[in-house]
T-cell receptor, first 108, second 114 residues
Framework: RKEVEQDPGPFNVPEGATVAFNCTYS??????FFWYRQDCRKEPKLLMS???SGNEDGRFTAQLNRASQYISLLIRDSKLSDSATYLC?????????FGAGTTVTVRA | DGGITQSPKYLFRKEGQNVTLSCEQN?????MYWYRQDPGQGLRLIYY???????QKGDIAEGYSVSREKKESFPLTVTSAQKNPTAFYLC?????????????FGQGTRLTVV
């Protein structure tokens, strides 16, 4: 079983729509969680950390469910510039493990 | 400006050759990582280092080697034992442990076997 699994998508949504997707992780002892964004042929960049109580950053909301071992990301009022691959990242045992990514395409 | 620099951006290797990818950071980070990304796939961990002169194998270390003689440098050698080395290689660094801190990535090296 992979350490981090994501729905690959793609999610194809119109501008202004809300899109949400999940990520599951296998290690119940995982310590911290993140969402990174990766544009085509570029390096990943941190989008946001995910805290136990859930957190928002503008139009982005992240949730953590430790009991079910999943993390979610919700994007409200989608913009064309949100088109990217979103990587779920889990930290444990002094290393970062990445999911394969969820591709989101926002159309005009 | 602080950051993490990988070189070269593109690299071509003949079969049977060893090649070394450079990764340098001036962020004063203790932890450094090497990942491999294949088309349409996520990042897979090759090696990581939490401190100078110490490093651990990741999930796909076979056919690769690293060194960490200086805090700011973490070069990756792709040896001839790596049977399918064509991929996008990403180096990252973070503060010690990296638990709640951001990992910064270099711009990557695209390695192609010719």
């Amino acid at each position: 079983r992979k350490e981090v699994e994501q729905d690959p998508g793609p999610f194809n949504v119109p501008e202004g729509a809300t899109v949400a997707f999940n990520c599951t992780y296998s290690n119940s002892a995982s310590q911290s969680f993140f969402w990174y964004r990766q544009d085509c042929r570029k390096e990943p960049k941190l989008l946001m950390s995910v805290y136990s109580s859930g957190n928002e950053d503008g139009r982005f909301t992240a949730q953590l469910n430790r009991a079910s071992q999943y993390i979610s990301l919700l994007i409200r009022d989608s913009k064309l510039s949100d088109s990217a691959t979103y990587l779920c990242v889990v930290f444990n045992d002094y290393k970062l493990s990445f999911g394969a990514g969820t591709t989101v395409t926002v159309r005009a | 400006d602080g950051g993490i620099t990988q070189s070269p951006k593109y690299l071509f290797r003949k079969e049977g050759q060893n090649v070394t990818l450079s990764c340098e950071q001036n962020l004063n980070h203790d932890a450094m990582y090497w990942y491999r990304q294949d088309p349409g796939q996520g990042l897979r961990l090759i090696y990581y280092s939490q401190i100078v002169n110490d490093f651990q194998k990741g999930d796909i270390a076979e056919g690769y080697s690293v060194s960490r003689e200086k805090k700011e440098s973490f070069p990756l050698t792709v040896t001839s034992a790596q049977k399918n080395p064509t991929a996008f290689y990403l180096c990252a660094s973070s503060e010690a442990g990296g638990r709640w801190t951001e990992a910064f990535f270099g711009q990557g090296t695209r390695l192609t076997v010719v």
